[in-house]
C-alpha cells in the first residue's frame, strides 16, 4: 500500500500544470500589437514548429529502433526489465512535450513581451517572466506527473511491501530507465537545437554584418527569422528538455540510491524512497509563491527588476530549506537532520557555482573586462584570455563540487565513511535539494530568449529605439540570473552522474539475478551472496580498482569522448553555418532589392536549410554517445564501462565549465564594448570581441551544454544496458 | 656483484656524450659569416644564456628549499629515504645540463647554419641537423650516465643480491626520486621556456606587424632578438629539459616495476631491472649510426632531404626491433618474446600517434586545409575550426594509446590479466620501446628551431631571399619530422604516468614498512604480510575503487588541474606578451630613428622583460603543481592521490594533444595561405589565418607541452612524498 504522503507528488504536479496553464492563458489575453509584429511572431512561429516537427520526426524514428532493441533484449534475450521498453518512450515523450509546450509560449510570448515594453519595463517583464514561468512549471509538472504515475502503476504489479525490499528496488531501477528516454531526447534537443541556432546566428552575422553591413536583427537579413528560430528551438525547447531530464534524473537516481540503501529496512524504505519526490513535490508550491512574488512598481528601474527577480529566487530557496527540515521529520527518516544537512549542502553548491559563473562571465567584475580590454591589442589576444580565465574559471565550481560530494555524503552517512549507502544517498538528494526549486530558476533562464525575441521583433517591426532598449534591458537581466540557473544546472548533473554510477552497480546485481548468478567470489576467495553484496564487495568482485589496465583504458576513452564529442559539435555548427551562409548570399545576389528593402527575402528556405543541417548534424555525436557504453560494456565489461563513465564525468564536467564560461565571457566582454567602453560600436575594439563572440557561441550555446547531457546519457545506457553486459561480456 | 652486462649501460653513455662532443666540434669548424651574422649570433647567444642564468637563479632556489624539505623528512621525520635529497639535486642539475648544452649549440649554430644555406640545402641541413644531434646525444648520454652512476653507488649500499629480492626494490624506487628533480627541472624550462618564446613572439608581432607594419624577424622591430633567443630558451632548452625527463622517467620506471615484478625470483630480477637501460644503451649507438645516415647529394631537392632524415629515423627504428629482440634472449628473461612484443606494441604506438599528428597538423592533408579554407569567412571560423578539429584529432591518439596499454599488457603477462606485475613492467617497457631511439628523434626535433633562427639571422643580416628561402624549407622539414617525435614525447608521457602510478603503490608498500606496519587487513578482514600485498591487495586496502567519493574528488580535483594549469599559462603568456607591447611601443616612441633603420633598437632590454615575466609567472602553476598533490596526500591520503593522478592524467594526456594539434594545425593553416592559397600573404584570408597562428602559439609552445611534463610531475611528487602521505595522512 502507498501512504498517503505518496498523493502529495501527483497531487502538486497537477497543481503544476495548471498554474502553467493559467500563466499561459494570462499572457495570451495580451495583444500582440501591430500588423507587421503579428507577421513576424508567425514567421518565427511556423519555423520552429516546422523544426520541432522535423526533429520528432528523426527522434521518434530513433526511438521506435530503440524500443524494438529493447523489447528483443526484454522478450527475447530476457536480459532486461520487462517494462523499460515502455519506461523509455515515456520518458523521451514527456520531455519533448516539455520542450514543445515551453516553446510554444515562448513564440506566443516575444511580440507579446515587445508589445507591453512599449508600456513600461514592468509590463514587459510580466509577460515575459510568466511565459518562462510556464516552461518552468511544465518541466517540473510533467516531471512529477510521470514519476508518479510510473510509480503507481509499478506498486500494483510489485507491491510495496513493510517486510521485504526487492519489489521497491525494482521499481525504482525500472523508473530509472524512463530517464534514459529523457536524457536520449534531451541530448537531440539541445545538439540538434544548438546546431540550429548557431549556424543561424554565425551564418547570419557573417553575411549580414560584416559583408552586407546590416545590423542584428534587421529584416533584410535572410536569416533573421531563423536566428529568431533558433532562440526558441535552441534555449527553449533544448533547455526545458535538458532541465526535465536533470529533475526526472536527480529524483529518480536518488530513489533507487534510496530503496538501495534501506534494502534490509522495508519500514524505512519507502520513505526514503518517496523522500526526494515530496522535497520536488514541495518545491514546486515554493516555486510558485516565488513567481508570485516577482512583481515591482510601474517605472521600476532595472535595479527594482534584478531585486524583485532575486527576491523570488531567495524566498523559494530558502523556504525550501525550512520544509525540506520539516520533510525529513515527517517521514522519520534514518539520520533525518543528516539528510537534511546534504540538501542544504546541495543548495548551497548550487550558489556558490551559480555565483562563481556570474563572477566569470558577468561584465561587471574584473575577468569579463579584462578579456574586454585585451581586444586593445586584437582579437588573438581576445580569444587567448577567453580561453584562460574560462580554463581557470573552472576551479571554483570543482572545488564547490567536490566539497558538496563529501559533505552532503559525510551530513547523510553521519561522518562515516564506512557507510557507502547513506552516503551516496546523500549525494543523490544534494542534487534534488539542488534542482528542488527548478519552477521558478528555470523561469528566470527561459525568460532571456523570450526577451531577446521580443528585441528581435521590435527591431524588425520598427518600434521605437526605447522599445528595443528595454528589451535589451530585459535580456541583460535575464543573462545574470541565469547564471544562478546554470549553476544548478551544472552542479546537479555532476552530483546526479555520480547517483548513476551507483544505481549502475544496483542494475548489475539485478542483472547478475536474474541470470540466475546468487554467488559472487571476491578476490581473496570470499564467497558472498549476490543480493546481500554491498558496492565496495562489486568493486572487488568486478575489479574497478585504479590499477586494473581496463578502468584505466576506460578512463582515457571516457575523457576522449567529451573531447571528441565537443569537437564534433563544434564542426557542425561550422558546417551548418557555411550552408547558411551560402543562402544568405544567394538570396542577395538572386532576389532583387532585398537590401533597398523593396522586396522580402526567403526567410522559410533559411529556416529549412538549418532545420536540415541541425538534423543532419545531430545523428553522429548522438549515436556515438548510445553506442560507446554499448560497445565498452560488451568488450570491456564493468570495469570498462565505469572507467569510461568517471573518466567522461571527470574530464566532461569541467570541460562543460570552461565552455560555458568562456562563451559567456566572450558574449558579455563584447556587450561591455558596446556599452561605449574603448571605443564602442564600431571601433578595433568592438570587432575583436565580436569574433570573440561568435567563437563563444557554439562553445556556450552547443558543446558546453550538451556535456552535461552527455555525461549523464552515458550512465543510463549503461544502465539499461547493464543486464546486457552482465549477460554478454568478452570480459 | 653487478653482471658485466651492466657495463654496456655506462659504456654506452659515454659513447654518446662522445659522439656529441664529436659533433659540436664539427660544426663550431665552420664559419659564422660576415660580421652582421656574428654580431646578431651574439646578441641571440647572450640573451639566451642571460635567460638561463636567470631561470637557473630561480630554479637553483626551489632545489634548495626542496632539498632542505626533503632532508627533514628525510633525518628528522624519517619519512623519507636517506638518499633523495642527493637523487633530487642530480636529477635537477642534469636535466639543467642537457638543456644547457643542447642550447649553447643551438645558438653557436644558427649563424652557421645561414651562411651553410648560402652554399646549398643540403650544407644548411648537415650544421642543422649535426647541431640537433648534438642536444638528442646529451640528452640521452646524460641520462644514461646518470643513471647507471646511481645504480652503481646504491648498489654499494644495497648490494644486488642473487637471493634476496628487496635491494633491488630500494635502489630502482629510490632511483626513481631522481626523476622528481628531472621532472621540476624540466616544468620550470618547459613553462619558463614557453611563456618567454611565446611573450615575445606574439608580443612582438603584435606591435611589429600589425601595428608597425614591418616584416618578421626585421631588425628594426626591439623584440625581434627576444624572439629569436625565445626559440632557444623553450624549444631547445626546455624541449632538452622535457625529453630528459621522459627518457629517464620511462626507463626507471620500468626497472622499478621490475624490480617489483620479480621480487620472489631475484634471479630474474636484475635481469628485469637493467632491460630497459640495455634497451636505452643499445638505442644510442643505433640513433648514432641513423644520425650519420642522414646526408645527401649536394643539391638534393627538398624531398631528398625528408627522404634522407626519414632513412635515418626508419632504419635507427627497425634496428632497434632486431636488437631489442637479441636483448630479451641474451637476458633469458622470463617470456622473453612477450616483453619483446610489448617493445615493438610501444614503438608502433608511437608510430601511429605520430602519423595521426601529421595528419591533422600538416597542410598536406585535408584538416588543416580545411581551417585555412574557414579564414573565407574570418578569423572567428578559423578559430571554431581549429578547435572543433583540434578535439577530434584526440581519438586516433587515445585509441592507439589505448591498444598500447593493452596489448603491451598482455604480450608481457604471456595474456593472463591476472599477471599485474608482468603486465605493467611491459606498459613501462613499451615506453622505453618508444623513446629507445630519442638520439636521432630529438636530433630531428631540435634542429627546427636551430634552422628557424638561422632563418632569423638571414634575415636580419640581409642575406639574400634564397637563402631564407633554404632556411625555410629546412624548417618546414622539420616540423614534418617533428610530428613523429612529439608523437613519441606524447604517448611515452601517458605510458610513463601508468607505469609510475604503479611504482608509487610500490613506495607506499616501502613506506608503509619503514613505519613499521608490517600487516594489512583488507575489506573482509583478510590479514596479508605488507611485503607480499599485490597491486590489488593495495586497491583493496586503500579502498581505490571507483565508488569512493575519495577517489572520485580526487578524478576531479585532478581535471581540473589540468584545465587550471593550462589556463594560468594561457594568462601568463597574454600578461609577459602585453608588457612586451608595451616596451616595443616605448622604444618606437622614445628612440628616434628605429623604423628608419637609422639607429638600433635596445634589443637587451626586450630579452630582459621577457626573461622577468616569464620567471614570475612559472612560479604558480610550478608551485601548484607540486604542492597539490602534497595536500591532496595529507588530507585525502592514497585513495585521493590516485584519484588526482588518474584524473590529470585521463584529462591531461587528451587536453595536451588537442592543444599541440590545434596549435599546429592554425601554424601550418598560415602557412598553407602564405604559400598562395587563398589569396596569399597580405590577403584578408591571410590576416585570419595569421590570428589563428597567434591563438595557437601558447596551445602548442607553452600550454600543451607542459602538461605532459605536468602529469608526471605530479606523479613523482606523490612517489617521493608518498612516505608523508603514508605517515601523516588524516585519512
Redesign the interface.
Known amino acids: 500500500m502507498l501512504s498517503e504522503l505518496f498523493w502529495i507528488i501527483p497531487l502538486c504536479s497537477i497543481i503544476a500544470l495548471g498554474f502553467a496553464w493559467f500563466f499561459f492563458k494570462q499572457v495570451m489575453k495580451e495583444s500582440e500589437g501591430t500588423d507587421q509584429m503579428k507577421k513576424i511572431a508567425v514567421y518565427v512561429r511556423n519555423g520552429a514548429m516546422a523544426y520541432l516537427k522535423q526533429q520528432y520526426k528523426v527522434v521518434g524514428v530513433f526511438f521506435l529502433i530503440m524500443t524494438v532493441i529493447f523489447s528483443f533484449m526484454a522478450y527475447y534475450l530476457e536480459v532486461q526489465n520487462p517494462w523499460v521498453p515502455f519506461a523509455f518512450i515515456t520518458g523521451g515523450f514527456f520531455s519533448g512535450l516539455a520542450g514543445f509546450f515551453g516553446m510554444k509560449t515562448a513564440t506566443y510570448a516575444s511580440a507579446r513581451t515587445a508589445n507591453a515594453a512599449k508600456k513600461s519595463l514592468n509590463a514587459g517583464l510580466k509577460i515575459a517572466f510568466r511565459s518562462g514561468a510556464v516552461m518552468g512549471l511544465v518541466v517540473v509538472g510533467l516531471g512529477l506527473f510521470d514519476i508518479s504515475v510510473w510509480f503507481y502503476v509499478l506498486n500494483i504489479f510489485y507491491p510495496v511491501s513493510q517486510t521485504d525490499g526487492h519489489n521497491l528496488v525494482i521499481i525504482t531501477t525500472t523508473m530509472l530507465t524512463f530517464g534514459m528516454g529523457a536524457s536520449a531526447q534531451a541530448l537531440f534537443a539541445r545538439v540538434g537545437g544548438g546546431i540550429f541556432t548557431k549556424a543561424a546566428d554565425?551564418g547570419g552575422d557573417?553575411v549580414g554584418k560584416?559583408e552586407a553591413g546590416i545590423p542584428e536583427d534587421d529584416p533584410r537579413n535572410p536569416a533573421t527569422i531563423a536566428d529568431n528560430v533558433g532562440d526558441n528551438v535552441g534555449d527553449v525547447a533544448g533547455m526545458g528538455a535538458d532541465l526535465y531530464e536533470s529533475y526526472c534524473g536527480s529524483i529518480l537516481a536518488t530513489a533507487a540510491l534510496g530503496a538501495s540503501a534501506f534494502y534490509s529496512a522495508p519500514s524505512m524504505q519507502f520513505r526514503a524512497v518517496i523522500a526526494p519526490m515530496l522535497i520536488a513535490a514541495v518545491g514546486i508550491i515554493l516555486s510558485i509563491i516565488g513567481i508570485f512574488l516577482v512583481r515591482t512598481k510601474e517605472n521600476a528601474t532595472q535595479k527594482d527588476l534584478l531585486n524583485s527577480l532575486a527576491r523570488g529566487i531567495n524566498i523559494s530557496s530558502f523556504l525550501i530549506v525550512i520544509f525540506s527540515l520539516a520533510i525529513v521529520y515527517l517521514l522519520e527518516l534514518e539520520n533525518a537532520l543528516g539528510v537534511w544537512g546534504a540538501i542544504v549542502t546541495g543548495l548551497v553548491t548550487g550558489i556558490i557555482i551559480g555565483k562563481a559563473t556570474e563572477y566569470y562571465t558577468s561584465h561587471s567584475y574584473s575577468p569579463t573586462q579584462h578579456i574586454a580590454k585585451?581586444s586593445k591589442?586584437?582579437?588573438?589576444?581576445v580569444?587567448?584570455?577567453g580561453?584562460?580565465?574560462?580554463?581557470?574559471?573552472?576551479?571554483i565550481p570543482?572545488?564547490a563540487?567536490?566539497f558538496g560530494?563529501?559533505l552532503s555524503?559525510l551530513f547523510a552517512s553521519g561522518f562515516d565513511?564506512a557507510n557507502?549507502g547513506m552516503?551516496?544517498y546523500g549525494?543523490g538528494i544534494a542534487a534534488v535539494g539542488m534542482l528542488s526549486t527548478l519552477g521558478i530558476t528555470l523561469a528566470t533562464d527561459a525568460y532571456g530568449p523570450i526577451a531577446d525575441n521580443a528585441g528581435g521583433n521590435a527591431e524588425m517591426s520598427g518600434l521605437g529605439d526605447y522599445v528595443r532598449k528595454r528589451t535589451d534591458a530585459l535580456d541583460a537581466l535575464g543573462n545574470t540570473t541565469a547564471a544562478t540557473g546554470k549553476g544548478f544546472a551544472i552542479g546537479s548533473a555532476?552530483l546526479t552522474a555520480?547517483a548513476l554510477?551507483?544505481s549502475y552497480?544496483e542494475e548489475l546485481k539485478i542483472g547478475l539475478l536474474r541470470i540466475g548468478q546468487d554467488i559472487i567470489t571476491?578476490?581473496?576467495g570470499?564467497e558472498i551472496e549476490t543480493a546481500k553484496a554491498t558496492?565496495?564487495d562489486?568493486?572487488?568482485y568486478y575489479?574497478?580498482?585504479?590499477?586494473?589496465?581496463?578502468?584505466?583504458?576506460g578512463?582515457?576513452?571516457?575523457?576522449?569522448m567529451?573531447?571528441?564529442f565537443?569537437?564534433?559539435t563544434?564542426?557542425a555548427?561550422?558546417r551548418a553555418?557555411?550552408k547558411m551562409?551560402d543562402e544568405v548570399r544567394r538570396q542577395f545576389r538572386e532576389i532583387k532589392g532585398i537590401l533597398e528593402g523593396t522586396s522580402e527575402p526567403d526567410y522559410a528556405r533559411c529556416v529549412e536549410i538549418s532545420t536540415k543541417g541541425a538534423q543532419i548534424e545531430m545523428i553522429l555525436p548522438s549515436i556515438l554517445a548510445i553506442l560507446v557504453p554499448v560497445l565498452i560494456g560488451i568488450i570491456l565489461g564493468v570495469a570498462g564501462v565505469?572507467?569510461l563513465l568517471?573518466?567522461a564525468?571527470?574530464?566532461g564536467?569541467?570541460?562543460a565549465v570552461?565552455m560555458a564560461n568562456s562563451g559567456g565571457a566572450w558574449d558579455n566582454a563584447k556587450k561591455y564594448v558596446e556599452e561605449g567602453h574603448l571605443g564602442g560600436k564600431g571601433s578595433s575594439c568592438h570587432k575583436a570581441t565580436?569574433?570573440g563572440d561568435?567563437?563563444g557561441d557554439?562553445f556556450k550555446d552547443t558543446s558546453g551544454p550538451s556535456l552535461n547531457i552527455l555525461i549523464k546519457l552515458m550512465s543510463m545506457v549503461a544502465i539499461v544496458m547493464s543486464g546486457l553486459t552482465v549477460a554478454f561480456s568478452l570480459m
Open positions: 554565425v557573417l560584416i585585451s591589442t586584437g582579437a588573438a589576444t580569444i587567448i584570455s580561453l584562460g580565465i574560462g580554463m581557470i574559471s573552472t576551479a570543482v572545488l563540487v567536490v560530494i563529501v555524503f565513511f557507502v552516503g551516496l549525494i555532476a555520480l554510477l551507483a552497480i571476491l578476490g581473496n570470499v558496492l565496495t562489486f568493486m572487488n575489479e574497478v580498482h585504479l590499477m586494473n589496465p581496463i578502468v584505466l583504458i578512463i582515457f576513452i571516457g575523457s576522449m567529451a573531447f571528441l565537443c569537437g564534433l563544434m564542426q555548427v561550422g553555418a557555411q551562409v565505469m572507467g568517471v573518466g564525468l571527470g574530464t564536467f569541467v570541460l570552461f565580436v569574433i561568435t567563437v557554439p
